[in-house]
């Protein structure tokens, strides 16, 4: 069970984003801002709102059951789940009411919270580059499956002061992801760095095993690690889920990034591990984050890189959305003129034939590799200050 103001004020959010758009979604707007009913604060779900007849429409019950998902997220003991993203944000929240009041325009910011700001950016750091796409969806799979195994009793609540009145349940999902590092690629071309919603294949499939009989309705917020005025907010019917996706213009998109390669919850750096330090020179203060891990070894990752390239050329033959990871967007701009007319080779033939390519066209691909950098704004170790073997 979640904090009941965090609950209160994901609610809040996803009403007003509701009742700024128009047909379905401002439908459920209205039916998430129905009057409360009262019950004891533990009871579940965790909202049930009574909507006042509407048009066409009489008086619905609405049960609304709330729930986070996280990114970073970490595999605990008996299957189950745990969130690195609430320990971030209960971190930020302490830092920030511990030193604040202390900072002034005036006065000389107290080493304490530099040391409390390094250490911050450091945990941040750590739990960004260990988060992988399976972790993602790993976390969504286990907090969604949780909350079927009590739809039933979420209906047997409703059942208590339905009376007369027509019962409906939603879904409320938070979700707190960082997946601004990923090229989008779409009929609009390709996107990065850009706040494009993570909506991926995988994830409709695993909400398409909702029974829309006694789930109705899914209120999807899509925000940042710390949640922003950015957060997009998706409000659908879960019948015919793919369809009604496709009416409001919304993407899915089919993930190829080399992280999906990896098993389970394994992250790509083993022993890992960030740092913080500062330097203070009159009214400039500069941060040092030092990393320290032992990478995934280039063989293996070029392999994963190489797999990811052929299943991007499936899904292009499909004329499908796709999201991918820089090394096979970077894979992909620099060789696929290379390969992309050689059918049926397997990623060892490509491995194996990637040396004499590269030795032949040494001048224009060391040209393709700047015109990436510089296109898209990405440097070596983009993400890091040092790292370790």
Same mark, same amino acid.
Request: aromatic share 10%; hydrophobic share 35%.
């Given at each position: 069970m979640g904090n009941k ?162 019962k409906k349940l ?121 990393? =320290?891990?032992? $990478?995934?070894? &280039?063989? !293996?990752? +070029? @392999? ?55 030795? =032949?066209?040494? $001048?224009?691909? &060391?040209? !393709?590799? +700047? @015109? ?18």
């Open positions: 103001a965090d609950e209160q004020a994901c609610l809040d959010y996803a009403i007003k984003e509701c009742l700024a758009q128009h047909g379905i979604s401002k439908r459920i707007g209205l039916l998430l801002s129905g009057e409360d009913i009262q019950r004891d604060k533990n009871e579940r779900p965790d909202f049930m709102r009574i909507s006042a007849p509407n048009g066409n429409h009489g008086s619905v019950i609405l049960g609304i059951e709330h729930f986070r998902v996280d990114h970073f997220s970490r595999e605990l003991t008996n299957n189950r789940v745990g969130s690195y993203g609430i320990g971030y944000e209960k971190n930020l929240k302490k830092s920030v009411d511990t030193w604040q009041p202390q900072i002034s325009s005036d006065k000389e910011i107290p080493a304490g919270a530099l040391e409390s700001i390094g250490e911050l950016v450091a945990q941040l750091l750590s739990q960004q580059i260990q988060a992988t796409y399976n972790s993602f969806i790993g976390a969504f799979s286990y907090s969604l499956n949780k909350h079927i195994e009590s739809v039933d009793f979420y209906h047997s609540q409703l059942e208590k002061y339905a009376g007369s009145h027509e939603a879904f409320l999902i938070e979700i707190h992801s960082d997946f601004h590092k990923l090229f989008f690629h779409d009929k609009k071309g390709t996107h990065y760095g850009e706040k494009t919603i993570p909506l991926f294949d995988e994830l409709v499939t695993i909400m398409e095993k909702i029974d829309p009989g006694k789930v109705h309705f899914l209120i999807l917020c899509f925000g940042n690690t710390v949640y922003d005025d950015s957060t997009k907010v998706i409000a659908i019917p879960t019948k015919n889920l793919r369809r009604q996706l496709a009416k409001r213009n919304i993407p899915i998109y089919h993930y190829a990034g080399h992280d999906i390669c990896l098993s389970g919850f394994q992250t790509p750096r083993l022993d890992f591990k960030a740092t913080s330090d500062y330097e203070r020179q009159g009214d400039n203060i500069d941060f040092h984050i030092t990393v =320290a891990s032992r $990478d995934i070894k &280039d063989e !293996k990752k +070029l @392999e994963m890189v190489v797999d990811m390239y052929r299943y991007i050329k499936k899904i292009e033959r499909k004329k499908l959305n796709y999201a991918t990871t820089d090394l096979v967007e970077l894979f992909y701009e620099v060789f696929d003129e290379y390969f992309s007319k050689l059918n049926g080779l397997s990623t060892e033939d490509i491995i194996q034939l990637i040396p004499l390519v590269a030795t =032949a066209n040494k $001048d224009k691909n &060391d040209l !393709k590799f +700047l @015109e990436f950098e510089k296109k898209w704004g990405i440097g070596d170790n983009d993400d890091e200050t040092g790292t370790t073997d």
